[in-house]
DNA sequence: CTACAAATTCAAGTCGACTTGAGGTCAAGG
DNA sequence: CCTTGACCTCAAGTCGACTTGAATTTGTAG
């Protein structure tokens, strides 16, 4: 089983070695043991650092990442809450795929302003939604 | 043409005042008007937030955001800029199905490790693409 | 054996997006 | 007329995710 240096995992995941420093130190990943002080990988941590990747452009803290996919391949969190952020990310990609055709729109629609563009507007409705006046605090990410 | 004060704003949109004033500093929204020092806002201040927060949901930066969608309502960018936005758009959703769909295996997968699960790893291979090594340094969000 | 490039640690710095706090202002109600 | 309470400004602080820099510590090549 070949052993990857940082700089190795560095190149071939396009992540700073810093960063990977970093999501170590996080404990989003371990490296296997040392060649003196340099750390030695297992080829498994490219996927895992895919995975870190997918995490982050979807929004996710490195926290939450982590608590979704623990390094050791086993999720720190229950299957219902695991579900819920299925569900999130249902909903997100449905907001995504709106804004996604509201700046298309806007890049081809000749009304001066946007917002004065009935159509526009009406993709503002399905995709913007204003919170219900009763707005929470958002600071529930879970104990670890 | 009712003018909302910044906590009749707050409260509908859900953002507080504090982030209203800075969104204003940073020209994402402007106020019409004051009464003495008080900021009164038109009611369209409210679809311009939606945006804003859908925008924010979607990854983009205040920045960015005010590029596509000017507070004056007409975008900064090229028609170009915003169809690359619409299409990275696209990979995105892409990319977050994917993730959606590896998260809801794990909470049902029996797998010890997700990672040694066959399914996941399929799942992986194609929502977690790694970078085909040359990783540039990102740094171009443009002049504005 | 020595020099050197590549890693390492640890503290401090950066960046975006706000929040917090201190001290000031003003329109409206009593 | 005077008090209040909502809002104001401006500076400083916070948080997450890294990056940067200075001072070491090797394994390997010459």
Redesign the pocket.
Known sequence: MKLL????V?QQSG?????????EE?GLIT?LG??????LFGPEVLDQLSL?TLG?TAG??????KAMFGSDGRPYISRETLKKKAEDLDRQVERLAGLRDMIRHVADCSAPSHMECPKFRKLLRVGGKRKPVGAKKRKN?GQL
Do not use: N
């Open positions: 240096d940082i700089s190795e560095s992540i700073a070695a810093s960063a990977l420093r970093h999501y996080k490296s040392r060649r003196g002080l340099k750390r870190i982050k996710f803290s490195l926290y939450e990442i990410i």
